[in-house]
């Protein structure tokens, strides 16, 4: 989070968490909502199709979505000059949602385990 411009307040605070997520999936259109006991995120997008996305800190980004070998993968492109574009790729392993998070030289996993 702090290679992207998270605040220290902000990256201690999320470290913390442990989102509850919901994936909704009707043909190409996808939904997330991702709820904490702060906070609720969604992310709406339909594969393949730029979309405008809020990032969960609140940073103005531009996503496309594709669902590639298995994984769904965002590719984050920066509005601002002070942002920085991000790779982002979900997949299952048994029972685990994995989200593996890319940008600059950071690579930074979390894992959602099913309720």
Not at 13 to 23: F, I, T, Y
Not at 91 to 110: F, I, N, P
């Amino acid at each position: 989070m702090k290679e992207v411009g998270v605040g220290l307040l902000t990256r201690k605070a999320a470290g913390s968490m442990k989102p509850l997520m919901e994936v909704t999936i009707d043909g190409d259109k996808w939904k997330m909502h991702s709820t904490t006991t702060m906070k609720s995120h969604t992310l709406e997008f339909e594969l393949g199709k730029e979309c405008d996305t809020t990032t969960a800190d609140g940073r103005k980004m531009k996503s496309v979505f594709t669902f590639d070998d298995g994984k769904l993968v965002q590719k984050e492109s920066k509005i601002s000059n002070s942002d920085k574009d991000s790779l982002i790729t979900r997949h299952v392993e048994g029972d685990k949602l994995v989200t593996v998070l890319e940008s600059g030289k950071v690579t930074a996993k979390r894992i959602y385990v099913k309720q």
